[in-house]
């Protein structure tokens, strides 16, 4: 369903469970920047109700997991620590069309967001399968499946409003980028690292 084009190294789990405390610091952050993400791509596209009603639930929905993810840490004796940068993130954003049309851009950076939460999915299906944590391995099943419900969302509005896009092409050619973008990732314990 995914379409990624090189599936992560399972030995990533081993290095996350080193490091709980980090992965979980990492991952509180991608769910505050991926509700920041919806809330930009409303605010440059606000002339679409179902986009803008779609992607409110959607951050809604990811500071919901930013709350769970810290309600962990502090479970934990943890403690949320500074936001991270996302190399993997910034790497892919090189992929945005920076000159194109307005539509050009939306298209992309629904894609760019559908990749990331594609990404995200496939990481958290891992550690749901693999990591020796009963609590987190549950907690990670289930925003696996919430991940992928965001990934079609995303999907699904740059097909809907995308027309004089070739979407499906511009697609494979963010599967391709992705593919060498990740190729340098999985040594880190960080979601994307």
Same mark, same amino acid.
């Given at each position: 369903m995914l379409h990624l084009k090189l599936a992560t190294d399972p030995?990533?789990? /081993?290095?996350?469970e080193k490091n709980i405390e980090e992965i979980l610091t990492d991952h509180a952050w991608c769910e505050?920047?991926?509700?920041? /993400?919806? %809330?930009?791509? %409303?605010?440059?596209?606000?002339?679409?109700?179902?986009?803008?009603?779609?992607?409110?639930?959607?951050?809604q929905e990811e500071l919901v997991h930013f709350q769970m993810v810290h309600d962990i840490i502090k479970e934990r004796g943890y403690t949320l620590g500074r936001e991270r940068k996302d190399s993997y993130v910034n790497e892919l954003c090189k992929f945005m069309n920076k000159g194109g049309s307005r539509l050009q851009s939306m298209v992309?950076?629904?894609?760019?967001?559908?990749? %990331?939460?594609?990404?995200s999915c496939e990481r958290f299906k891992l550690l749901s399968e693999e990591i020796q944590d009963p609590e987190l391995s549950k907690f990670y099943r289930d925003l696996m499946i919430s991940e992928a419900g965001h990934y079609t969302t995303f999907i699904g509005f740059a097909r809907k409003y995308g027309q004089d896009v070739d979407v499906d092409k511009r697609w494979k050619e963010l599967v391709e980028f992705e593919a060498k973008v990740i190729q340098n990732y999985g040594k880190d314990e960080t979601i994307h690292g």
């Amino acid at each position: 369903m995914l379409h990624l084009k090189l599936a992560t190294d399972p030995r990533w789990v /081993n290095i996350v469970e080193k490091n709980i405390e980090e992965i979980l610091t990492d991952h509180a952050w991608c769910e505050q920047k991926a509700a920041t /993400n919806a %809330i930009t791509i %409303i605010t440059l596209n606000s002339e679409y109700p179902d986009l803008v009603t779609d992607l409110l639930l959607l951050a809604q929905e990811e500071l919901v997991h930013f709350q769970m993810v810290h309600d962990i840490i502090k479970e934990r004796g943890y403690t949320l620590g500074r936001e991270r940068k996302d190399s993997y993130v910034n790497e892919l954003c090189k992929f945005m069309n920076k000159g194109g049309s307005r539509l050009q851009s939306m298209v992309d950076r629904l894609l760019f967001s559908a990749m %990331i939460e594609a990404r995200s999915c496939e990481r958290f299906k891992l550690l749901s399968e693999e990591i020796q944590d009963p609590e987190l391995s549950k907690f990670y099943r289930d925003l696996m499946i919430s991940e992928a419900g965001h990934y079609t969302t995303f999907i699904g509005f740059a097909r809907k409003y995308g027309q004089d896009v070739d979407v499906d092409k511009r697609w494979k050619e963010l599967v391709e980028f992705e593919a060498k973008v990740i190729q340098n990732y999985g040594k880190d314990e960080t979601i994307h690292g």
